[in-house]
Each structure stands twice: as structure tokens, then as C-alpha cells.
């Protein structure tokens, strides 16, 4: 899953609005160990949608090996802690740091003429399912 994530620049963020409709953006991510992270100038739309409502999707950049998604609840990162999110790649006039508490991650593949997806939840083995 790291992988797929590493494998492009860029990944769609889904995000609710105030209203509960879906919105979505483009984002960066990045691992801190094992913890997908991500962020946001200022203020845009899609941090002001977290800070209201942290649940969101992550769809990673199409790219050979199967469509990866994430989903779970972004926890904004804040204080001394923060200071282990700068890239030096940050916007000016500062940015919202998050890290994902991640509940669910799905990848999809075509192996031969089965569409194949294999899905993990917290607190479950993973979940294999096989489509022709």
C-alpha cells in the first residue's frame, strides 16, 4: 500500500463539506514510520472541511500495480509535533499538518480475467474478493 502511495506526487483527497456532500482535492502525502500523512495551506477549503469533520478518503494517483484507497479520520497535527511535518516544501504563510487514523485500505487489481479486491478494516484480517 506504502508503495502505491510513493509511486506519484499527487493523490485525491475526498472530503465533506458543511453540508455532507462530498468534496474532493488534490494532495501530497508522506510517512512518518507508518503514519500516512498530509497537508494544507491555510485555511483552503479541504483543511477547513477537516478541522470541522476529519473523516476523508484518499485515492491514490493511478500507476501499475492496482488502484489503492485509504479512508479514516485526519487528525490535525499541532505544536512541538508539527515541527516533524515540515518538508520545507510548505506554502507560505504557514500550513495545517494531518495525519490519518486509518480504518480502512482497499487495493484493486486485474489478475488474468478476475477483477480482484482485497480489503482491510480495523480490527479485521483482510478481506479477499474475486469479480469476473
Excluded at 26 to 35: A, L, R, W
Excluded at 41 to 46: F, G, I
Aim: proline share 5%; net charge neutral; hydrophobic share 35%.
Amino acid at each position: 500500500m506504502k508503495a502505491r502511495f510513493q509511486a506519484a506526487e499527487t493523490h485525491v483527497l475526498a472530503t465533506l463539506r458543511k453540508d455532507g456532500s462530498p468534496r474532493v482535492s488534490g494532495t501530497e502525502v508522506d510517512f512518518k514510520g507508518s503514519d500516512l500523512s498530509f497537508g494544507s495551506m491555510v485555511n483552503a477549503v479541504k483543511a477547513v472541511d477537516l478541522r470541522r469533520d476529519g473523516r476523508c478518503a484518499i485515492h491514490a494517483h493511478p500507476h501499475q500495480g492496482g488502484d489503492a484507497k485509504v479512508a479514516g479520520v485526519a487528525v490535525e497535527v499541532t505544536g512541538p509535533e508539527k515541527d516533524a511535518y515540515v518538508t520545507g516544501s510548505e506554502p507560505p504563510g504557514g500550513f495545517h499538518a494531518f495525519c490519518l487514523d486509518l480504518h480502512e485500505a482497499t487495493i484493486t487489481t486485474v489478475e488474468g480475467d478476475e477483477l480482484v479486491i482485497r480489503l482491510w478494516r480495523s480490527g479485521r484480517p483482510v478481506e479477499t474478493f474475486r469479480r469476473k
